[in-house]
Each structure stands twice: as C-alpha cells, then as structure tokens.
C-alpha cells in the first residue's frame, strides 16, 4: 500500500468520525509517519509494535494558561502494514488506533479504552 493510499485512509477514517468528536478536537493535528521515533517520545521498546501515540495535554488535564500549541496525533503507516495482511486488517487497525489516541485526547486512560474495546 503506498503512503498516499494510507493516508487517504486515515483522512477517511477521520471523516467517518461523529461530528460531535470531530468538533469537539481543537488543535489537534493527525499526522502519518513511517515508523516512531521512540527515543524522541521518551519511550523504549521495539518501533515495530507501536501503531499510534496521542502527543499533548489530555482535555481532562488542562489549566488556564496551557500552551496553545497543537496536541498531536500520529499514525504509524510501517508498524501497521507489517501487522495486517489485508487491506481490510489494515483499515480496521487504522480506526481503532485513530480512535485510540482520540480517546487519549479526551482523557480516557489505557484501561477505558480497553473496556471500550480501543486496545
């Protein structure tokens, strides 16, 4: 799959999202990378299992006076396709890390997002 078509996918994913989501994300910039730079991020452990990472302050964490600079959200295209054997794994792997780091966003922890089916 090349990366145009990917990314057409993550857009779509995104624009398949509830208006109410949608609209409630400010700021927020959904970005496609090829791998993560886990050092870069503070974490450790092997790029290749790490599909998606939210990057700012949680809504639940913000106090008057926060930076206003974009929160971010990235999408790992590398770590995906070599963990799907289908085009439809693929898309399916998309929404879920998408909403997944969207849940990170709203300030929902590992474990809710897990109870919601997000893992």
């Known amino acids: ?6 990314v057409e996918l993550v857009l779509r994913t995104y624009a398949d999202m509830p208006a109410y989501v949608v609209q409630a994300m400010d700021n927020v ?8 730079e886990l050092s870069e991020h503070g974490l450790v452990g092997d790029s290749g299992t790490l599909v ?6 949680p809504l639940t ?3 008057f006076g926060d930076p206003i600079m974009p929160d ?3 999408i790992y295209r590398q ?3 070599r963990n799907c ?3 439809a794994e693929v898309e399916y792997e998309i929404k879920v890390t998408l909403w997944h780091e969207v849940g990170h966003y709203f300030g ?3 474990e809710d997002l897990h109870q919601l089916g997000y893992n």
């Open 52 to 57: 998606g990472l939210y990057h700012g302050i």
């Open 79 to 81: 770590p995906i396709l």
């Open 61 to 63: 964490e913000r106090e």
């Open 85 to 87: 054997s289908t085009h």
């Open 108 to 110: 929902l922890t590992e």
């Open 1 to 6: 799959m090349t990366n145009g078509e990917f």
């Open 29 to 36: 910039d959904i970005v496609v990378e090829e791998w993560p």
């Open 72 to 74: 971010r959200i990235l």
